[in-house]
């Protein structure tokens, strides 16, 4: 069957030239063919010269996701397969990707997979769909997902629908894991992404070095992710803020022992008299759309003047950004200049990203959303 082509405007194939995997409303000149919703298109520029295909969405700004370059033709079936075998396989071996049975299998444009996250929870997956494409194509990545991981049971979730069973067993409530000698509880069919944050697995392995003998407060601590971690490592306090009941109850049975806030973290933060000498601050993002950029920013910078605020003399304090449109630099500044605002001489002591089976393709640095700063406080307050 002839794919339908979408024809770039003169100049704008450069970039997928370069493999960059999107091709954005912008940059269409014109659709020949009339192709549906999820459908695969071939790309071509203004001169006519094939430069990759892709799944189109006619609706969404990134209008074609491209999966593969250049002028050859591509059978779907035989690429989904490869694709996602690829990704199983290097995390298999990988070393830095030991000691856990949660993962993430596959990430979206890193793996060649636009539109579509795998993530291994114990004996159970949970696949993330994003595009149409992709949600048309969930029995078949169903079909090699059981194939491959012998799976007990797949839980399907899609943009603006409810989560479904897309194979095998439903997910027990909640999934047990190990993440490194730290269990986790987790809710695979209800809970936030697709039910925990396995992005912060190494930042968790962090917190716990640094945990020995504190006072720990995590805040947006959702599940206890943190909590937890800060318990292992030997904490001697743990204060966990969340608004979220939900999460709450199985923070509760994560991390028991620590004292739970339900309750804003903001107002937390100005009513608190305490200090801590390890905190952790982990918020939603708060740029989902690059125009939100400058009130995040301001958000950004509240927040963490008041957590810098709460910081002990000596204290060390992880603070994070996971909106992908505020980058790295300007994420530092205004931390700085939070500290400054605050009164608190900081240390960056590194520098932190989600882990590596969350790869970027450094074709695509839009996909890297996950920014953080290991920071020394030091001073009083002003």
Same mark, same amino acid.
């Given at each position: 069957?002839?794919l339908?082509?979408?024809? $770039?405007?003169?100049?704008?194939?450069?970039?997928?030239?370069l493999?960059?995997?999107?091709?954005?409303?912008?940059?269409?000149?014109?659709?020949?063919?009339?192709? =549906?919703?999820?459908?695969?298109?071939?790309?071509?520029?203004?001169a006519?010269?094939?430069?990759?295909?892709g799944?189109?969405?006619?609706?969404?700004q990134?209008?074609?996701?491209?999966?593969?370059?250049?002028?050859?033709?591509?059978?779907?079936?035989?690429?989904?397969d490869s694709?996602?075998?690829? !990704?199983?396989?290097?995390?298999?071996a990988?070393?830095?990707?030991?000691?856990?049975?949660?993962?993430?299998?596959?990430?979206?444009?890193?793996?060649?997979?636009?539109?579509? &996250?795998?993530?291994?929870? =114990?004996?159970?997956?949970s696949v993330?769909v994003?595009?149409? !494409?992709?949600l048309?194509?969930?029995?078949?990545?169903?079909?090699?997902?059981? !194939?491959?991981?012998?799976?007990?049971g797949?839980w399907?979730?899609?943009?603006?629908?409810?989560?479904?069973?897309?194979a095998g067993e %439903?997910?027990?409530?909640?999934?047990?894991i190990?993440e *490194?000698?730290?269990?986790?509880?987790?809710?695979?069919?209800?809970?936030?992404?697709?039910?925990?944050?396995?992005?912060?697995?190494?930042?968790r392995?962090?917190?716990? *070095?640094?945990?020995?003998?504190?006072? &720990?407060l995590?805040?947006?601590?959702?599940t206890?992710? @943190?909590?937890?971690?800060?318990q292992d490592?030997? !904490?001697?306090?743990?204060?966990a803020?969340?608004?979220?009941?939900?999460?709450a109850? $199985?923070l509760?049975? +994560?991390?028991?022992?620590?004292?739970?806030?339900?309750?804003? %973290? +903001?107002e937390?933060?100005?009513r608190?008299?305490r200090?801590?000498d390890?905190?952790?601050?982990?918020?939603?993002p708060? =740029?989902?759309?690059?125009?939100? %950029?400058?009130?995040?920013? *301001?958000?950004?910078?509240?927040l963490?003047?008041?957590?810098?605020?709460?910081?002990?003399?000596g204290?060390?304090?992880?603070?994070?950004?996971?909106?992908?449109?505020?980058?790295s630099?300007? @994420?530092?500044?205004?931390? @700085?200049?939070a500290?400054?605002?605050?009164?608190?001489?900081?240390q960056?002591?590194?520098?932190?990203?989600?882990?590596?089976?969350?790869?970027?393709?450094?074709?695509?640095?839009?996909?890297?959303?996950?920014?953080?700063?290991?920071?020394?406080?030091?001073?009083?307050?002003?």
């Amino acid at each position: 069957m002839k794919l339908a082509s979408v024809v $770039l405007r003169p100049g704008r194939e450069r970039s997928v030239g370069l493999g960059h995997p999107w091709v954005l409303s912008g940059s269409v000149e014109r659709v020949e063919g009339d192709p =549906a919703p999820g459908d695969v298109v071939q790309v071509r520029s203004a001169a006519g010269t094939r430069l990759g295909t892709g799944d189109w969405d006619p609706v969404a700004q990134i209008r074609v996701r491209l999966f593969a370059f250049g002028k050859d033709e591509i059978d779907e079936e035989a690429w989904l397969d490869s694709a996602i075998s690829r !990704a199983l396989g290097w995390r298999a071996a990988h070393p830095l990707l030991q000691g856990t049975d949660g993962l993430r299998l596959a990430h979206a444009e890193a793996d060649g997979l636009p539109g579509l &996250t795998i993530d291994r929870y =114990a004996d159970w997956l949970s696949v993330r769909v994003g595009t149409p !494409a992709m949600l048309r194509r969930a029995p078949k990545i169903a079909a090699i997902l059981i !194939a491959k991981t012998g799976a007990r049971g797949i839980w399907l979730r899609a943009e603006g629908a409810p989560g479904a069973l897309l194979a095998g067993e %439903v997910p027990a409530e909640p999934v047990a894991i190990d993440e *490194r000698g730290r269990r986790y509880r987790v809710d695979l069919r209800h809970g936030q992404k697709t039910g925990f944050y396995l992005d912060q697995r190494d930042a968790r392995d962090l917190f716990a *070095r640094l945990a020995k003998g504190t006072r &720990t407060l995590d805040l947006f601590a959702h599940t206890g992710g @943190f909590a937890r971690a800060a318990q292992d490592g030997g !904490a001697a306090e743990v204060v966990a803020v969340e608004s979220s009941e939900q999460a709450a109850r $199985l923070l509760e049975q +994560n991390a028991p022992g620590c004292q739970v806030v339900l309750g804003d %973290v +903001n107002e937390f933060l100005r009513r608190e008299s305490r200090s801590f000498d390890l905190i952790s601050v982990d918020p939603p993002p708060f =740029a989902k759309r690059k125009r939100d %950029v400058d009130a995040a920013c *301001r958000a950004y910078k509240d927040l963490n003047l008041h957590a810098l605020r709460r910081a002990a003399d000596g204290a060390h304090l992880l603070t994070f950004t996971c909106s992908h449109h505020v980058e790295s630099e300007l @994420f530092r500044k205004v931390v @700085f200049s939070a500290a400054h605002d605050a009164g608190r001489e900081v240390q960056l002591l590194a520098l932190l990203a989600a882990p590596p089976d969350h790869p970027v393709s450094l074709r695509h640095p839009q996909g890297e959303y996950l920014k953080g700063l290991l920071l020394r406080v030091s001073g009083a307050p002003s």
